[in-house]
């Protein structure tokens, strides 16, 4: 298992290179994953309404999830709807994040040391999610990158496992 624990984690750390070397296809690929997942979760839902484990909202959830899920992956302008969703969903977490921020750090101010840095960080995310919204390819191309930071970050980790397990078999 260590073994494999390696090979899996040089892996992604190749991929997550490549995902920064090209920020943008990775971004634009993310549409199809998406369109992917959404069809198995409505898979496995129709499955658990069938075993009688979820009720009808969530059948109804599942056949939604199927037939966009399908459209994405069968129309490319479907992805593309989706990598745009994606764009928007990012600025608004960004701008909703940074609104939260301000209003936890004022109202918890007399109980956190160094309360300014947390309002500053929410004026910082709410000016990041403004940008998003008028610069989505730089929005995309960061999207991109960060896909390939995680993938490096969790192949690290996954070589440091590895290794790990492969001391504790001795």
């Known amino acids: 298992m260590s073994i494999l624990s390696i090979i899996l984690g040089v892996l992604m750390i190749v991929g997550g290179v490549c995902c920064m070397l090209f920020p943008l296809p990775t971004f634009l690929s993310a549409g199809?994953?998406?369109a992917i997942m959404m069809f198995i979760y409505g898979v496995f839902?129709?499955?658990r309404f069938v075993r009688k484990e979820s009720g009808v909202l969530e059948l109804i959830s599942s056949i939604l999830a199927i037939v966009v899920g399908v459209i994405a992956i069968v129309n490319p302008r479907g992805a593309l709807a989706i990598?745009?969703?994606?764009l928007k969903m990012v600025s608004a977490w960004l701008v909703v994040k940074g609104f939260i921020n301000i209003i936890v750090f004022i109202r918890e101010r007399n109980e956190i040391k160094g309360w300014g840095w947390g309002?500053?960080?929410g004026v910082l995310s709410i000016i990041a999610g403004v940008l998003c919204f008028i610069h989505p390819i730089i929005t995309a191309l960061s999207v991109g990158i960060m896909?390939?930071?995680?993938?490096?970050?969790n192949g690290i980790d996954m070589i440091v496992f590895g290794a790990a397990l492969n001391t504790?078999?001795?």
């Open 119 to 121: 309002v500053a960080a």
């Open 83 to 86: 990598d745009g969703l994606v």
């Open 147 to 153: 896909m390939g930071l995680f993938f490096v970050e």
């Open 45 to 47: 839902g129709i499955v």
């Open 32 to 34: 199809y994953m998406i």
């Open 168 to 170: 504790l078999d001795r």
